[in-house]
């Protein structure tokens, strides 16, 4: 039933911008919090963001505070992630990710994001 999608990732040169999207379906998308995390080749998951239901409260981890965009599109049941100042570090595979209780309880299959010259 529950599905997320992700879209956006690509090439992208050091300092440039990407927009992600998760598209979600299966379940009623305003009732819970997201997340945006990240694995780099051979690193484990790396938590990056967080929004609240209505999108108005936000958190971001140290490494993309500043520079990531967490937003929500409740009416189109679709989390977006805007990423500007891209660095080579920030290549990774993004997933957005559905709050559980303790923890991630549904995922996307990720978009791959490529920082490089």
């Known amino acids: 039933q529950v599905q997320l999608v992700e879209a956006g990732g690509g090439l992208v040169r050091p300092g440039g911008a990407l927009r992600l999207s998760c598209a979600a379906s299966g379940f009623t998308f305003n009732n819970y919090w997201m997340h945006w995390v990240r694995q780099a080749p051979g690193k484990g998951l790396e938590w990056g963001s967080r929004s609240d239901i209505g999108g108005s409260r936000t958190y971001y981890a140290d490494s993309v505070k500043g520079r990531f965009t967490i937003s929500r599109d409740n009416a189109k049941n679709t989390l977006y992630l805007q990423m500007n100042s891209l660095k080579p570090e920030d290549t990774a595979l993004y997933y957005c990710?559905?709050?559980?209780?303790?923890?991630?309880?549904?995922w996307g299959q990720g978009t791959q994001v490529t920082v490089s010259s």
């Open positions: 990710a559905r709050a559980g209780q303790m923890s991630f309880d549904s």
